[in-house]
């Protein structure tokens, strides 16, 4: 449709000059021709302002869109324009240029000199031969005026004279006539055989003022004749007449018509030039559209497949690699370009089909290596050569207290820097696996895992290296236990034995001798009595010693959370008596299974440490405060009876992850043995202990304890004993 709409605006153009310029074969331009031929130049106008207008819109948005090759789109587009639109511009300035200096040139002072020249100079030849005529008009009058006596009866001698004097003066027609009756009185020449027409009025007016009256003949005979009146009776008229050159008379009249021609155009010059403008105008207009429709086809030829292209290339880079383009039936260079990126899409799909198979296949290896790693116990994390994770299972995650899967791709220095001396050690000796025992912090806790790298390699080069973990505190703790308890029994066994023989030997001297002693005796009092109360200090660390190498299997009951802190708390409560006791206790029961016995002596060991850790404060027992709380559990959570007291709290060095270990202790005359075997008691009845910085300052132990589902929920305590209880002694 574009390309129709150009072609018919060309020939509207050229139509249009032809019309206008009076070139048409029609016949002569009419108003309603030209009215017709420019509505219908309006229209072709209008018809391809509005579709070059709908092509640039659609140019713009797809700009502004940014869509594929909109940019070489508009490119081209600036590019045919500008093509289409400065050789229009140059050609209408030159063609300015060129009218303006030929009008200048064809209405010239010397153009104008020249034509009137040549238009004096034909009529200063028919001049002089009207001038002639006139003469020899009354030269042959005078003559025929003397000779009138012959008339009218002797004609024949007047119709002598007369052709005498036609040939005398060179005339080719001379003859008289009676204007009135109109017949011929004597005729010369070829005037004997005319027929006389009476002159016109205006030439009568001049007979009659006695002048000759000239009549100039501009046929193709070319005659000039002379008319005047003779003075006779009646009044006759003397008609004499001579040829002109006839090509001169077609010179003379075309020289007339051009010299009109030329003042007419002279007179129309600003219309001459309007109507060339307009001429010009509407056919560069048209042929600027045209030629501006046509280079938008064929920029919309060019870039089409580029767009294409481009959408395709921007398909696949999302993945879609099913997208073709079309080839086309051209064999250019698009065509060759689309051909290959079909062909690269195909190879590009089946590498894709083949890397997705490769990868499902790895997939599953790692997923079954995954499901491997996931049921094993033991930390196991898969190194690159440098050094990063790259591969940690579940329990590795667990066992070191932070998730792993996010920080793939960190060197394991920066994850985990106790390992990085091991893993140093392992690079630069790679042939030799390590194993290590290197304590760690997880969850706030201190933990001894045990750990060993290796290196994996491939053909003589470091593919990778495999860390695997596991941790021992426990086993470590229980091998240090079972050897203090085989220490403990060792000592208990041989200090025992000598102690009773020396503590009744100390008294049985004090019964006989201290009446003997005359001297000084209140000294040899103290000493034995020193020595019983060091033999019986000695004694209780000998039973605690009997007590942690011998301890006893619980028996495990049903049994009351709350009603085991109370009996507890009254044991400690009469013993301190400055210090606040307080209790906390749900309104329900709180039903546990375990030893009360195991578990009365656990709390008594809490209790008893809390109390001796308010003592050592600067300021002594004065405002110590205990709190013991009761948490029931469920299902799933256990039973947790809580120890809190704001004394000099926990230590804050190393030590602090040992306290439940045998032997480590940080008050003076501690044995080393109560958090022990307040732990050892918690672990014989599936729970735990944890040791924490209290709220208030001081420490807080917490004993968890499996809740008994079976049991039935009953009432804790009835009236005033239910909630939380304040007890100080003599409240």
Same mark, same amino acid.
């Given at each position: 449709?574009?390309?129709?709409?150009?072609?018919?605006?060309?020939?509207?153009?050229?139509?249009?000059?032809?019309?206008?310029?009076?070139?048409?074969?029609?016949?002569?331009?009419?108003?309603?021709?030209?009215?017709?031929?420019?509505?219908?130049?309006?229209?072709?106008?209008?018809?391809?302002?509005?579709?070059?207008?709908?092509?640039?819109?659609?140019?713009?948005?797809?700009?502004?869109?940014?869509?594929?090759? $909109? #940019? =070489?789109?508009?490119? +081209?587009?600036? *590019?045919? !324009?500008?093509?289409? &639109? @400065?050789?229009?511009?140059? %050609?209408?300035?030159?063609?300015?240029?060129?009218?303006?200096?030929?009008?200048?040139?064809?209405?010239?002072?010397?153009?104008?000199?020249?034509?009137?020249?040549?238009?004096?100079?034909?009529?200063?030849?028919?001049?002089?031969?009207?001038?002639?005529?006139?003469?020899?008009?009354?030269?042959?009058?005078?003559?025929?005026?003397?000779?009138?006596?012959?008339?009218?009866?002797?004609?024949?001698?007047? $119709? #002598? =004279?007369?052709?005498? +004097?036609?040939? *005398?003066? !060179?005339?080719?027609? &001379? @003859?008289?006539?009676?204007? %009135?009756?109109?017949?011929?009185?004597?005729?010369?020449?070829?005037?004997?055989a005319l027929t006389v027409d009476p002159p016109p009025a205006w030439a009568n007016d001049i007979i009659r003022q006695g002048d000759v009256a000239v009549l100039a003949d501009e046929s193709e005979q070319g005659m000039v004749r002379g008319v005047v009146a003779l003075d006779s009776q009646p009044a006759l008229l003397?008609?004499?007449?001579?040829?002109v050159d006839p090509s001169i008379i077609e010179h003379m009249q075309r020289t007339e018509l051009t010299f009109q021609e030329y003042a007419q155009l002279d007179q129309n010059r600003s219309g001459l030039q309007i109507t060339f403008a307009l001429i010009f105008i509407i056919a560069a207009l048209l042929v600027l559209?045209?030629?501006?429709?046509?280079?938008?086809?064929?920029?919309?030829?060019?870039?089409?497949?580029?767009?294409?292209?481009?959408?395709?290339?921007?398909?696949?880079?999302?993945?879609?690699?099913?997208?073709?383009?079309?080839?086309?039936a051209a064999d250019d260079e698009v065509g060759s370009l689309s051909r290959a990126f079909n062909r690269m899409t195909n190879q590009l799909a089946a590498q894709r089909s083949e890397l997705l198979e490769a990868y499902r296949q790895l997939d599953d290896r790692r997923r079954f290596t995954e499901s491997v790693l996931?049921?094993?116990?033991?930390?196991?994390?898969?190194?690159?050569?440098?050094?990063?994770?790259?591969?940690?299972?579940?329990?590795?995650?667990?066992?070191?207290?932070?998730?792993?899967?996010?920080?793939?791709?960190?060197?394991?220095?920066?994850?985990?820097?106790?390992?990085?001396?091991?893993?140093?050690?392992?690079?630069?000796?790679?042939?030799?696996?390590?194993?290590?025992?290197?304590?760690?912090?997880?969850?706030?806790?201190?933990?001894?895992?045990?750990?060993?790298?290796?290196?994996?390699?491939?053909?003589?080069?470091?593919?990778?290296?495999?860390?695997?973990?596991?941790?021992?505190?426990?086993?470590?703790?229980?091998?240090?236990?079972?050897?203090?308890?085989?220490?403990?029994?060792?000592?208990?066994?041989?200090?025992?034995?000598?102690?009773?023989?020396?503590?009744?030997?100390?008294?049985?001297?004090?019964?006989?001798?201290?009446?003997?002693?005359?001297?000084?005796?209140?000294?040899?009092?103290?000493?034995?009595?020193?020595?019983?109360?060091?033999?019986?200090?000695?004694?209780?660390?000998?039973?605690?010693?009997?007590?942690?190498?011998?301890?006893?299997?619980?028996?495990?009951?049903?049994?009351?959370?709350?009603?085991?802190?109370?009996?507890?708390?009254?044991?400690?409560?009469?013993?301190?008596?400055?210090?606040?006791?307080?209790?906390?206790?749900?309104?329900?029961?709180?039903?546990?299974?375990?030893?009360?016995?195991?578990?009365?002596?656990?709390?008594?060991?809490?209790?008893?440490?809390?109390?001796?850790?308010?003592?050592?404060?600067?300021?002594?027992?004065?405002?110590?405060?205990?709190?013991?709380?009761?948490?029931?559990?469920?299902?799933?959570?256990?039973?947790?009876?809580?120890?809190?007291?704001?004394?000099?709290?926990?230590?804050?060095?190393?030590?602090?992850?040992?306290?439940?270990?045998?032997?480590?202790?940080?008050?003076?005359?501690?044995?080393?043995?109560?958090?022990?075997?307040?732990?050892?008691?918690?672990?014989?009845?599936?729970?735990?202990?944890?040791?924490?910085?209290?709220?208030?300052?001081?420490?807080?132990?917490?004993?968890?304890?499996?809740?008994?589902?079976?049991?039935?929920?009953?009432?804790?305590?009835?009236?005033?004993?239910?909630?939380?209880?304040?007890?100080?002694?003599?409240?």
């Open positions: 449709m574009t390309l129709g709409l150009a072609a018919g605006a060309l020939l509207v153009g050229v139509a249009t000059f032809s019309l206008l310029s009076g070139g048409t074969p029609l016949g002569p331009t009419s108003p309603s021709q030209i009215v017709a031929v420019l509505l219908v130049n309006a229209a072709f106008v209008l018809m391809l302002g509005i579709s070059l207008t709908t092509r640039l819109v659609r140019v713009w948005a797809e700009r502004r869109r940014g869509s594929a090759g $909109s #940019r =070489l789109h508009v490119r +081209l587009v600036l *590019l045919f !324009g500008g093509v289409a &639109a @400065v050789p229009a511009f140059l %050609v209408a300035a030159f063609a300015a240029v060129f009218f303006n200096l030929g009008i200048q040139a064809w209405f010239s002072d010397r153009v104008r000199g020249t034509l009137e020249a040549s238009l004096i100079a034909s009529r200063a030849y028919l001049d002089e031969h009207r001038n002639t005529i006139r003469a020899d008009a009354l030269a042959i009058a005078a003559e025929l005026n003397r000779a009138s006596t012959l008339l009218p009866d002797n004609t024949v001698g007047f $119709s #002598r =004279l007369l052709s005498s +004097l036609t040939a *005398l003066r !060179g005339l080719t027609e &001379a @003859v008289v006539y009676d204007p %009135v009756l109109g017949n011929v009185v004597a005729g010369a020449g070829l005037g004997s003397l008609q004499i007449g001579r040829p559209l045209a030629a501006a429709l046509i280079g938008l086809v064929i920029a919309n030829q060019i870039a089409r497949p580029i767009a294409h292209l481009a959408n395709a290339a921007e398909r696949v880079r999302t993945g879609d690699l099913s997208v073709r383009v079309d080839e086309g996931a049921g094993v116990s033991a930390g196991v994390i898969g190194l690159d050569p440098e050094g990063r994770i790259n591969l940690p299972n579940r329990s590795a995650s667990d066992l070191l207290g932070r998730d792993l899967d996010p920080l793939v791709g960190h060197h394991l220095d920066d994850v985990v820097p106790e390992f990085g001396i091991l893993l140093t050690a392992v690079m630069d000796s790679p042939d030799r696996a390590r194993t290590e025992e290197i304590p760690v912090t997880a969850r706030g806790s201190r933990r001894t895992l045990l750990v060993r790298i290796g290196a994996e390699a491939a053909e003589g080069e470091v593919t990778g290296y495999v860390l695997t973990f596991d941790d021992i505190t426990d086993l470590l703790s229980a091998q240090r236990q079972a050897a203090w308890a085989d220490v403990a029994r060792r000592i208990a066994h041989e200090i025992k034995n000598p102690l009773t023989p020396i503590q009744l030997s100390a008294e049985r001297l004090k019964r006989r001798y201290l009446k003997q002693i005359t001297e000084d005796p209140e000294t040899f009092r103290a000493c034995t009595d020193t020595i019983v109360r060091q033999v019986g200090d000695i004694g209780r660390m000998v039973d605690e010693f009997s007590a942690f190498a011998r301890m006893p299997q619980p028996v495990i009951r049903p049994e009351s959370a709350v009603q085991l802190a109370r009996d507890a708390l009254v044991l400690q409560r009469d013993a301190h008596p400055d210090i606040a006791y307080e209790l906390r206790v749900p309104e329900t029961a709180v039903p546990i299974r375990g030893d009360r016995r195991l578990i009365n002596q656990a709390l008594s060991n809490l209790l008893l440490n809390a109390a001796d850790a308010i003592a050592m404060r600067p300021d002594g027992s004065a405002g110590g405060r205990i709190l013991l709380e009761v948490t029931a559990g469920g299902r799933e959570s256990p039973v947790r009876i809580a120890v809190e007291d704001n004394g000099i709290g926990l230590p804050q060095d190393a030590e602090r992850d040992r306290l439940t270990e045998p032997y480590v202790t940080h008050k003076p005359k501690g044995t080393g043995l109560g958090l022990a075997i307040v732990k050892k008691i918690m672990e014989d009845h599936g729970g735990g202990l944890t040791l924490e910085d209290g709220a208030a300052g001081g420490a807080r132990a917490v004993l968890f304890l499996p809740a008994d589902p079976s049991a039935a929920d009953g009432p804790a305590a009835s009236g005033d004993e239910r909630g939380t209880e304040m007890l100080r002694h003599g409240a």
